[in-house]
């Protein structure tokens, strides 16, 4: 059965102090990973696609790995503006459609 | 420039009545996804339409969730008889569909929500 498990539940960081949240998943076959923000009352918030093991992405602070089992999202010199939860999601290749199955997510605070 | 919307917002509903939730995709997107989100967790897919049809709604929960899309652009989602366990953020998805996006994956943008609460 295809999983995605993420840790840790939350994180609290000082402003600058960089870390990093992962990303377990189990699947047949993995079409792509997905990294999303999400903020208090609002839908999800695309960040990065990744599809194969050793690919790297990288947006502003945020930087997303790949293995063969898991994901990395590093954080580098977190604001407080990066205080959201962030969902990681998998697509299976064996699915005839493109629904995503998700893990429970990072709440991640940074403090000023 | 447009993204996905949802109405309502919010909406507050007793126990045992109807309730149709609405979502409108960014122009143009083939795909259409509805997931459901309680408190603290991910997001639990409902049901995928490509075009008018519904090609997967292996995750509605029983018979009272039904969802059209008539026109393979606006979808309801309908929920008959609700029920205080039907309580959370429903949201929609939407992506260009994989053969025109030549993303394999094909990437979904979501709305903002509709939360429901059944009293």
């Known amino acids: 059965e295809d999983q995605v498990t993420q840790s840790p539940e939350a994180l609290r960081l000082q402003e600058g102090e960089s870390s990093s949240l992962n990303c377990s998943y189990t699947v047949s076959g993995l079409r792509g990973l997905f990294w999303y923000r999400q903020d208090p009352g609002k839908g999800p918030e695309f960040l990065f696609t990744l599809y194969s093991a050793g690919e790297e992405k990288e947006k502003e602070r945020l930087k997303a790995t790949l293995t063969k089992k898991e994901s990395f999202l590093h954080i580098t010199a977190p604001k407080p503006e990066d205080s959201a939860t962030y969902l990681c999601?998998?697509?299976?290749?064996?699915?005839?459609?493109?629904?995503?199955?998700w893990g429970l997510g990072t709440s991640l605070a940074v403090n000023p | 420039g447009a993204g996905v919307s949802q109405t309502p917002s919010n909406k507050v509903t007793e126990k045992g009545k109807y309730v149709e939730l609405r979502c409108d995709p960014i122009?143009?997107?083939?795909?259409l996804y509805w997931y459901r989100q309680s408190l603290g967790q991910g997001p639990e897919f409902l049901i995928y339409f490509q075009g008018t049809g519904a090609a997967d709604d292996s995750g509605l929960p029983n018979d009272r969730f039904f969802a059209v899309r008539p026109e393979g652009s606006v979808s309801t989602l309908k929920i008959q008889r609700t029920e205080r366990g039907d309580s959370a953020v429903y949201l929609c998805a939407s992506s260009p569909g994989h053969r025109t996006s030549g993303d394999p994956t094909d990437t979904q943008y979501f709305g903002p929500g509709t939360r429901l609460t059944v009293l």
């Open positions: 999601a998998v697509q299976d290749v064996s699915w005839g459609n493109r629904k995503l199955i």
């Open positions: 122009s143009g997107h083939t795909a």
